[in-house]
């Protein structure tokens, strides 16, 4: 079930790579933002079981939001606020009998989406922890701090500073707004520095052709997107990631999915604000 709930809080964000990280500046090929702040965007997640669980059938598994929830300043400069909220709900609760609740933060930059700031809230059944992740820029550095709140009093479990880090590692979310803003075309390959908690990886995707993807939110013509090499323990032993992002100006990702050993984990949109 754990990997599962990693789903909700991971999936997204997996969705397509970029133009190499290392440099901070707006590529060449991007276009003004089809986004802005407001904007929210929900997911209805569920939860296919693998064919030995043949007699399971799919289930609905959560719900999940993200949205570019505004403005604000970090160390006296503007940034902009992304949050991602994932709630398990359904059938799938009742059987794994786990609740997922977990709220991740992040301070990026507007122009460029490297990551300032990362602050992480996670409540998956009696586990409940509190992250926190500052990139230092200027030495070359990230701080990050892990609390585990499940004890009373709370204890510190992670209190580091890493070294030798990249001028700019974008999150996993900052990487997806970062990406809608680059043109697509299909064969086209891309690769980025993504950071998760003090780990920094590189990702490798490819841009396929466009299908049409149904959704509760709707119909769209769809760019679809695999990625191989990815980010975070809920790939570690395989697996493979797709996303469909819209094929209009806005680049909604409107349909994620995810092959596990546990199964397949599909998220489709559901509304989107703004």
Known sequence: MRRIAGCLVLLIAFSVGISPAAAPDVPANAVAAPFSPGEKITYEVQWNPPWYLFFLPTMHAGEAELSLAGEK?????????????ARSSGTLVKLAGM?????FEYLTEPE?????????RIIEGKRKREVTVEYLRETGQLHIRETDMAVSPPKVKKDEIKDDVPKCVRDLFSALYYVRRLEFFPGAEHKSLVGDDDKVKEVMSRVGKKEMVRTPGGEFEAWKVDTIALVGGLF?????FKMWLSADERKLPVQFEAKVNIGTVI????????
Request: proline fraction near 0%; charge should be positive; include cysteine.
């Open 112 to 120: 460029s989406f490297c990551t300032l700031r990362a602050s992480k």
């Open 73 to 85: 300043r970090e160390n006296g400069q503007k940034a902009l606020q992304i949050v991602f909220h």
């Open 236 to 240: 570690k032993g395989g697996g493979s």
């Open 99 to 103: 609740h997922i609740d977990d709220r």
């Open 267 to 274: 998220g489709k949109l559901k509304t989107v604000d703004n």
